[in-house]
């Protein structure tokens, strides 16, 4: 009778933790007055990738070629109305909205993406953007002022998942400065994770789903009722490190998350609203910056709502959001990042065109991000 006693103790006091861990998941709330208005009658396209650096300044970068002749009408010949014009490719914001900084585009030396996908800012500043484009397939360096620095990969007609002297159609990536390596989300065209030498561009290694070599075999439409797909479908759409070593991937079309060691070898994974077929719910993930890194937030422009995850069992346990036009909606919510402070930004692909701001409304004790993250 006592050990049930016991049982039926330790049992209610795990149910108690978990009550408590979800109530204590953050909480948002969306700050309608931000970005600030750009400059120079500028407007924003597609906004395909956002990134935060250590002074908490935001970096996106957009689309300008997707802008409609009716929103950039003020570049016409003859005008066909005051505004707009494209705002370059990179945009840099201050936490007020601010716009601090702004270049990009085609230049000598390197070969700009033909459609601007991804961002990622290094703990040594330097800025690091890929394409998506039918013939990218390449991943270009930068400093915060613009200056090219490192091209890894070349554009041209599409190969395979096996090819290491490029990438096919690279989504989104992230430095592990310790090790000197850039991990790759590629991507649109291939089935891999790919990792490179952030200083040099040479190659270090790849894997699949699964940690298994990257295949390219046609897989079946999505199904939620059937096994697992044993490929990435297309996009494998980022990649995220954490402090204690995992590697978070998007497998977006298949509704999943996958968490590898840094070597490629699979852990797990969580399967994320599993009903959804569209274009799937896994487009992006930031780790939350307390100090366990407790929350892994995921951006789902199908369903068009960022939720919260517990990291080590992927339950849900909040989220905001819907399909909509009015502040703190989404129309296709394509990418996020998160601040210190445990602000998040997003930004919209499609008719979306636009970055928002959503307050973290809690408690919680943050941690700033070192240099080795």
């Known amino acids: 009778m006592r050990r049930i006693t016991w049982l039926a103790t330790l049992v209610a006091s795990i149910a108690l933790s978990w009550s408590v861990s979800a109530a204590d998941a953050p909480r948002f709330e969306v700050d309608a007055a931000w970005p600030k208005a750009l400059p120079n009658n500028w407007i924003m396209g597609q906004a395909a990738g956002v990134a935060v650096d250590a002074d908490d300044h935001i970096w996106v970068i957009q689309r300008p070629k997707t802008l409609t002749a009716d929103e950039k009408a003020a570049t016409l010949n003859p005008p066909a109305s005051k505004c707009c014009a494209p705002a370059p ?11 601090l900084r702004s270049w990009g585009g085609a230049g000598q030396g390197y070969d700009w993406p033909q459609n601007e996908h991804g961002i990622h800012i290094d703990p040594k500043g330097f800025v690091w953007i890929a394409g998506n484009g039918e013939q990218d397939g390449q991943l270009l360096k930068f400093t915060k002022e613009g200056k090219f620095v490192l091209q ?3 554009p041209g007609p599409q190969t395979n998942s096996s090819d290491t002297s490029r990438l096919g159609r690279p989504a989104n990536m ?4 310790a090790a000197h390596e850039i991990f790759v989300a590629d991507g649109y065209y291939n089935h891999r994770v790919i990792v490179f030498d952030s200083e040099t561009g040479a190659f270090k290694r790849t894997w699949g789903a699964y940690g298994k070599p990257p295949t390219d075999n046609q897989m079946a439409a999505y199904d939620p009722s059937a096994a697992p797909s044993p490929q990435f479908g297309n996009p494998v759409h980022c990649v995220k490190l954490a402090r204690d070593g995992l590697v978070y991937v998007c497998d977006r079309v298949n509704d999943r998350i996958q968490v590898f060691r840094k070597d490629g070898t699979f852990v797990k994974e969580f399967v994320v609203e599993k009903n959804t077929r569209a ?6 993930l930031d780790l939350f910056p307390d100090e366990k890194e407790t929350w892994l937030v995921n951006a789902d422009g199908a369903n ?3 939720r919260t995850l517990n990291r080590d069992t992927g339950e849900i346990v909040g989220a905001f959001g819907r399909n909509g036009r009015q502040a703190g909606d989404f129309h296709w919510v394509h990418n996020l990042a998160i601040d210190s402070r445990g602000n998040i930004f997003t930004t919209e692909v499609d008719t979306g065109k636009r970055a928002q701001k959503f307050l973290f409304r809690g408690d919680m004790v ?8």
């Open 152 to 154: 890894i990969g070349h």
């Open 304 to 306: 068009n709502e960022v």
């Open 279 to 284: 274009n799937g719910s896994v487009w992006d």
């Open 366 to 373: 943050l941690r700033k991000r070192t240099a080795n993250q």
């Open 174 to 177: 992230m430095v592990d400065d």
């Open 89 to 99: 490719p990179v945009l840099e914001f201050a936490q007020d909205g601010t716009l």
